[in-house]
């Protein structure tokens, strides 16, 4: 994952956000091809990973696939900060159902994973409500200032995982009981007591069930919400309402809702394989 994190820094936030307020996003889309081809041939442990990923879902690699797997790293990575900046440029593809009208009035649990446009996941949700998003914020210095100085019309504030499981827990709990939206990643544990195997493709892997718990305590809906990148500046929503059984056993109660998400999530990835943003050994099961 080390190396995936230099694809990161070797755009230079601050050289993007110039590039892109002095000669638009046509251009520093274009400059990506060049940046991506460079370390397509540079990510060795990278590349050796998405084959692990690309076998265990059923494809041939092919360094055509492989570099676009990275290009849309690149891509959504940059969006991340663009799209706060003018997210009127951006155009996110979604049809509205009772049940998303339902979820954002009485606010729960938003389950995101490591894919697609995750990062500007607040650019794409359309309610007056508070979003929260939990998550680890490892980006550093002129990035964050870069990020924290641009104007934006979402309402979301960062719940860092650093700040440690019990302040992070009031803070949820909090915004939970307040009607607010939290958002939370559940294809990454990020300590031993959350973390539960199940099966991914066939074979087993390590998931987060903390946003299934907490929302089955709150009793808060749960909802997944997937972003694909589609196209520039164009993405698409994936949403499906995740119910709780609470006739049976919590911990079997948790377990059904963790597979009802990973079915919608294994089933995202066919589809649209490269929009797959976890660039290890996702089957080791390591925390991430």
Do not use: C
């Amino acid at each position: 994952m080390a190396q995936a994190k230099q694809i990161s820094n070797a755009f230079s936030i601050k050289l993007a956000y110039i590039l892109y307020k002095i000669l638009g996003y046509n251009f520093l889309y274009v400059l990506l091809y060049l940046i991506v081809f460079f370390y397509s041939i540079m990510l060795k442990d990278v590349k050796k990973n998405l084959k692990i990923y690309y076998q265990n879902i059923g494809l041939k690699y092919s360094y055509g696939l492989y570099f676009s797997h990275l290009f849309i790293f690149a891509t959504t990575f940059t969006d991340r900060f663009i799209s706060r900046l003018d997210p009127q440029s951006y155009m996110f593809e979604d049809s509205w159902t009772h049940d998303d009208k339902q979820f954002f009035k009485s606010g729960g649990v938003m389950i995101f994973s490591h894919f697609g446009g995750w990062a500007m996941s607040a650019s794409s949700i359309k309610t007056d409500k508070k979003i929260h998003i939990v998550m680890s914020e490892k980006i550093k210095s002129g990035i964050s200032q870069i990020e924290k100085s641009l104007k934006s019309q979402n309402k979301h504030n960062i719940i860092d995982i650093k700040d440690g499981e019990l302040v992070n827990m009031i803070n949820i709990s909090n915004a939970l009981l307040n009607d607010d939206i939290v958002v939370m990643m559940a294809d990454r544990p990020h300590n031993d007591r959350q973390k539960v195997q199940l099966e991914f493709f066939g074979t087993k892997a390590y998931w987060n069930k903390a946003p299934f718990e907490i929302a089955y305590r709150l009793k808060k809906s749960l909802m997944v919400y997937l972003v694909v990148f589609k196209q520039k500046q164009n993405y698409k929503m994936i949403r499906e309402k995740i119910n709780f059984d609470y006739n049976i056993d919590k911990g079997k109660a948790i377990e059904d809702a963790m597979r009802q998400y990973i079915k919608r999530y294994e089933k995202a990835v066919a589809t649209y394989p490269t929009n797959w943003l976890n660039l290890y050994n996702f089957w080791q099961g390591e925390n991430r």
